[in-house]
Structure formats: C-alpha cells, structure tokens
C-alpha cells in the first residue's frame, strides 16, 4: 500500500485512481458499444432486402432499445441506421443495374 505524507499526497493518489477508473469504463462501454454497433450492423447486411426492416426491428435482434441503438449507431460509423439501411440497399441497387440482366423495376421491387 501506499505511505502518504500528506492529506496532499492522499488526495492527488485518489484524484489520479478516480480517473484512472472513469478512463477504464468509458473504454469499457466504449467496447460493449461497438460490439452492439456490429451485431446490428451484421443483421442489418444479412436481412437488408426485407422491406420491412428496420431500426425497431435492428435493436430487438441485438436486444438493446432503438434509441440507443441509433445514439450508438451514429457515434460509431457516423450514419444513422436508417441512413446506413437505405446506402446498403442502393449499392446492392446498384451492383445489380451493372451486373445483372434485370430491369429497374425487378431490382425496385
């Protein structure tokens, strides 16, 4: 254990172990938070051509609310599920015009 000299040296070795532990969770919730982000965002690339998807139905599947979910969301790729929802379906979209025979109206569908 610790010897202090002084309250002094009591209190700037609690200051810098309160730190140390509030640096310790955010990186902890950091963690848990990304890994929720990538759960959804696996189920969201696996079930993106359901039309019925969506943030609702994201967040019951990783089992978290749809609110923090879509905080979590944002604050990990910098696009809100919804906005990552619709740009997965348009390069599939798009993918499918370049590479495919099929007509607009097959791939809309």
Known sequence: ??????LDDLQSWLVKLSHQAVEFINEHKQKVGRKFVDQAR??????????ELNLEKIADHVFISSCYLSRLF?????????????RTRIKEAENLLMNTPAKIYEIAE
Do not use: Q, S
Request: net charge negative.
């Open 74 to 86: 944002k604050e990990v790729t910098t696009y809100t599920v919804t906005e990552f929802l619709n």
């Open 42 to 51: 696996i189920y969201l690339e696996e079930n993106f051509r359901d039309p």
């Open 1 to 6: 254990m610790n010897n202090f000299e002084t």
